[in-house]
C-alpha cells in the first residue's frame, strides 16, 4: 500500500509538468471541439487558456514545475515508511492529514479561482484515495509494533 500511495504521488507530479500538451492531447481525443457543451466545454476553456499562458507567460508554468517537484519529494520521503513502517509511522499519520486538508483546499480555492464544483469534488477524491491506503499502512504499522512487543524484541 506505501508502494501505492508512492507511485500516485509520482504519477501526479509527473502530470503537472505537460499540462498544455496533456489538455490539448486531451480535447482533441475527445473532440471537445465540435460544440460540446458541459465539462467538455470547461475543458476547451482550460486549454485556451494554458495555451495562451503558454504564449504570452509561460514563466507561469514554473508554479506547477514546483509543484511536480512537491510531490517527487514526499514521495521520495515515503520511502523511509517502506524501510521502517513502525519507527516512521508518523509518515502515515503525516499523509493523512495532508489527504484530510485536501478538501478544504480544492472547496476554497477551488471556489475563488472559479472552479466547477465537480471539479472540486474530483479534487477532493484525491484526498479520500490517498487516505484509504495511508490508514491502512499505519494500521499494520501498528499491529508490527504491537507484535514486536510483545515478543520482546528490541527495535
Not at 499540462?19 to 480535447?27: G, Q, S, W, Y
Request: hydrophobic share 55%; aromatic share 16%; net charge neutral.
Amino acid at each position: 500500500m506505501t508502494w501505492l500511495f508512492i507511485i500516485g504521488l509520482a504519477i501526479s507530479g509527473a502530470t503537472a509538468l505537460p499540462l498544455p500538451a496533456e489538455v490539448r492531447i486531451l480535447t482533441r481525443i475527445l473532440g471537445a471541439d465540435h460544440g460540446s457543451t458541459g465539462w467538455l466545454t470547461w475543458l476547451v476553456q482550460i486549454r485556451d487558456a494554458l495555451n495562451l499562458m503558454q504564449e504570452k507567460a509561460p514563466v507561469l508554468f514554473y508554479g506547477t514545475d514546483w509543484l511536480a517537484f512537491g510531490h517527487f519529494v514526499i514521495a521520495i520521503a515515503f520511502i523511509g515508511a517502506l524501510r521502517d513502517p513502525v519507527r516512521n509511522h508518523w509518515l502515515f499519520e503525516f499523509g493523512m492529514i495532508a489527504c484530510v486538508l485536501v478538501v478544504p483546499y480544492a472547496f476554497l480555492f477551488g471556489g475563488l479561482r472559479g472552479i466547477p464544483m465537480w471539479w472540486r469534488l474530483v479534487d477532493c477524491s484525491f484526498g479520500v484515495f490517498g487516505f484509504v491506503p495511508l490508514w491502512f499502512c499505519r494500521k499494520w504499522a501498528g499491529e508490527l509494533d504491537d507484535k514486536y512487543k510483545s515478543s520482546n524484541l528490541d527495535l
